[in-house]
Every structure is written in structure tokens, then in C-alpha cells.
Nanobody, 128 residues
Framework: QVQVDESGGGLVQAGGSLRLSCVAS????????MGWFRQAPGKEREFVAA????????????SVKGRFTISRGNARDNTKNTMALQMNSLKPEDTAIYYC?????????????????WGQGTQVTVSS
């Protein structure tokens, strides 16, 4: 059974930082691309950041570029199924439920329909 779990959300003041973590289990995700999406109340789910199968290629939404950093574990220490999103200089408009996703392809995906496995989401709230 495939399972994707996020953690690390919470409440933070504007300008603060949070680090989200994701663990995928149930199959070998070492060759899968992974990504983060978010959904704010009343809005559609949007792309935040993604990386390819080995983490060598990363892409970001313009709204988070320069503030967020996506990364994944490595095969050397058997953490390839993990991913993180370091979020700095947070703004109230970053408030949303953040979702971790994995897709059964090695290249980066920008759209939610390209991803096959999803976590339940973790709430991030940034107060002004």
C-alpha cells in the first residue's frame, strides 16, 4: 500500500520560517519525481515546487522563488523516499494546506494531474 505523509506545518508570524517534510512508503520512489502543491481556502490547488528523480533539477512557482527550497534525500543513506520544503520569509498569502505528491515518472511535473500519489496535507498558517 502506497502512503505519502507530510509533517511540519503550523502557525508562524510573517517573516518566519517553517520546514515541511514528506515521506513516501509502500514502493520504491527512488526513480520518481516529487513535488509540493498548496491550496488556500476558496482557491484551486496550485503548484509550489518540484524536483526530478535525483533532485538534480528543481523548479519553483514565481511566488515562492528565492524564499522556498525543495530537497530530497539520497540513496547513500537510504532516504531517497523523503522530501523537504524549507520555507523562509513567509507571507500571509502563503497560508494554505500544503500537499506532498509523487509521480511515476523521473522528470519534473508542474500540474497536479501529473502526480499519482498524494498526502493528506499539512496546514500552514502565516499571521500578519
Amino acid at each position: 500500500q502506497v502512503q505519502v505523509d507530510e509533517s511540519g506545518g503550523g502557525l508562524v508570524q510573517a517573516g518566519g520560517s517553517l520546514r515541511l517534510s514528506c515521506v513516501a512508503s509502500g514502493r520504491t520512489f527512488s526513480s520518481y519525481a516529487m513535488g509540493w502543491f498548496r491550496q488556500a481556502p476558496g482557491k484551486e490547488r496550485e503548484f509550489v515546487a518540484a524536483l526530478n528523480w535525483n533532485g538534480g533539477s528543481t523548479v519553483y512557482a514565481d511566488s515562492v522563488k528565492g524564499r522556498f527550497t525543495i530537497s530530497r534525500g539520497n540513496a547513500r543513506d537510504n532516504t531517497k523516499n523523503t522530501m523537504a520544503l524549507q520555507m523562509n520569509s513567509l507571507k500571509p498569502e502563503d497560508t494554505a494546506i500544503y500537499y506532498c505528491a509523487a509521480r511515476s515518472a523521473s522528470s519534473v511535473g508542474f500540474h497536479s494531474h501529473e502526480y499519482d500519489y498524494w498526502g493528506q496535507g499539512t496546514q500552514v498558517t502565516v499571521s500578519s
